[in-house]
């Protein structure tokens, strides 16, 4: 890498509530991207109408696409509420007559699925019986998710976006009749929006999504796009913080500055590589592997950042040392207490950049050119001071020319693998049928004086 790698630096400054001693630094939380590689050179254009534009040597991009006549990007701004803590969601008008749910919005999967029967913490279904133009497709999904899990009949109907979109699209959709921790009290969602790649979909990636449905009917661009603006602090009493969820584009009032692109490792998950991380300036010191065992993703559904367990424990052990505190308000305790949470948390499997940390940018997912753009967003301040910046390009010399470690089998292959070991294990089978009904078939045929057919002949004929 050169002394000016091609890298996108995040320092998420007041993501959380931060209380230090004496004074915080200037960026006391970083975490660096590789950004996408330029393909030309030239100053970045002014935000407006047109097509999208080439990224700057520097790595700098704007991406303005043009929606044509099914979108409508100006009606999609603030058509979000929700906070960090219980999720983002959208309202939808789903079935004929239409019946109204509100949908939380998750870039961590791929299914649509909506309450379908009643349950205690949602307020309203969605009744199959009741719509016209539901067609059922005659099997059943189950999803699980890190936190909880639910099973649904898998159909199809009609949908409507009200905001943005002046017509109806048919999808995919399971209607949720069980469910374990996934519906949860004080939510005020009954239904799930997996934004991701096919290859995530249940319970196979030949199920059509629902933004995939979405590109192909509307003709919109393969991009969507997200300003939450909750800036990382809950709202008092039962209100919600607002949102954007822009479906084939961009929207330019919704950022400030230029769009940071990095590039999509692997299409299932927003899968994208961090290269270090940094607290109150000094980096962790990590080999930049660890950062992404077994991957690194964008997740909207997701509440807060979660760390692998040995870069958790650094972060940890370095917080303590800076006397640095990543601390969220939490609502819900009682009226008389002020709660709070660690911003952070440890993971098993993956680096999750969740709400809490969106809250902070303008986030694009450029499917159609492999990438994940972020840009400072004007809504994330705090008494006017913003929350996060977007700086660089820096130096990677001692990085890694690839922090991304071999990926696991994902399912997909899986898939294959069992598909293939089932057709071997029938051919197998075959075969063995088929020597089974050989000697009967032979029974009455001449005797060959050649043939072994005793056991006192295989004697002999072992010990010629």
Excluded at 19 to 27: D, F, L, M, V
Excluded at 39 to 65: K, M, Q, Y
Aim: net charge negative.
């Amino acid at each position: 890498m050169g002394a000016l790698a091609r890298a996108l630096l995040l320092p998420l400054l007041a993501q959380w509530l931060l209380r230090a001693a004496p004074a915080p630094a200037p960026a006391p939380f970083t975490l660096p991207l590789r950004v996408a590689s330029a393909s030309s050179r030239g100053a970045a254009p002014t935000p407006g109408p047109g097509p999208p534009a080439e990224p700057r040597a520097d790595g700098l991009a704007l991406a303005l696409e043009p929606a044509g006549g099914a979108a409508n990007f100006l009606a999609m701004v603030d058509n979000l509420q929700g906070d960090s803590g219980r999720g983002y969601y959208l309202e939808m008008l789903i079935g004929t007559p239409p019946q109204k749910l509100q949908i939380l919005v998750d870039t961590g999967s791929s299914n649509f699925a909506v309450a379908g029967a009643p349950h205690p913490f949602v307020d309203s279904y969605f009744d199959t019986e009741r719509s016209s133009t539901y067609r059922p497709k005659g099997f059943d999904v189950t999803v699980k998710y890190t936190q909880g899990s639910w099973t649904g009949f898998v159909g199809e109907d009609v949908v409507t976006i009200p905001k943005g979109f002046n017509s109806s699209f048919l999808v995919n959709i399971a209607t949720i009749f069980e469910s374990e921790n996934f519906f949860l009290p004080g939510i005020k969602w009954n239904g799930i929006l997996g934004l991701a790649y096919a290859t995530l979909a249940k319970p196979s990636s030949s199920l059509e999504t629902f933004f995939d449905s979405l590109v192909a009917q509307a003709k919109i661009p393969n991009v969507f796009s997200m300003q939450m603006c909750g800036a990382g602090l809950p709202v008092a009493g039962s209100g919600t913080n607002g949102g954007s969820l822009v479906l084939g584009g961009i929207e330019p009032t919704l950022y400030k500055g230029d769009i940071w692109y990095t590039p999509i490792k692997e299409e299932w998950y927003y899968q994208i590589e961090i290269l270090k991380l940094e607290i109150g300036g000094q980096s962790l010191n990590l080999d930049c592997r660890e950062y992404n065992a077994d991957k690194a993703i964008v997740d909207s559904g997701t509440t807060l950042l979660r760390l692998p367990q040995k870069v958790f424990d650094a972060v940890i052990e370095a917080v303590a040392r800076t006397s640095l505190l990543y601390i969220q308000p939490m609502m819900g305790a009682g009226l008389n207490y002020e709660c709070y949470r660690f911003g952070i948390s440890p993971s098993t499997n993956a680096l999750v950049i969740g709400a809490t940390v969106m809250e902070g940018f303008y986030v694009v997912f450029d499917r159609a050119r492999k990438r994940v753009g972020f840009a400072a967003s004007p809504c994330a301040e705090i008494a006017g001071a913003p929350v996060s910046e977007i700086s660089g390009p820096f130096s990677t010399e001692d990085i890694a020319s690839n922090c991304v470690p071999a990926l696991p089998l994902n399912e997909p292959i899986l898939w294959i693998v069992s598909y293939t070991l089932m057709s071997v294990c029938g051919i197998i089978l075959l075969i063995l049928i088929i020597l089974l009904l050989l000697p009967f078939r032979c029974r009455h045929l001449p005797p060959d004086p050649e043939v072994v057919n005793d056991e006192s002949s295989l004697v002999r004929h072992r010990w010629k």
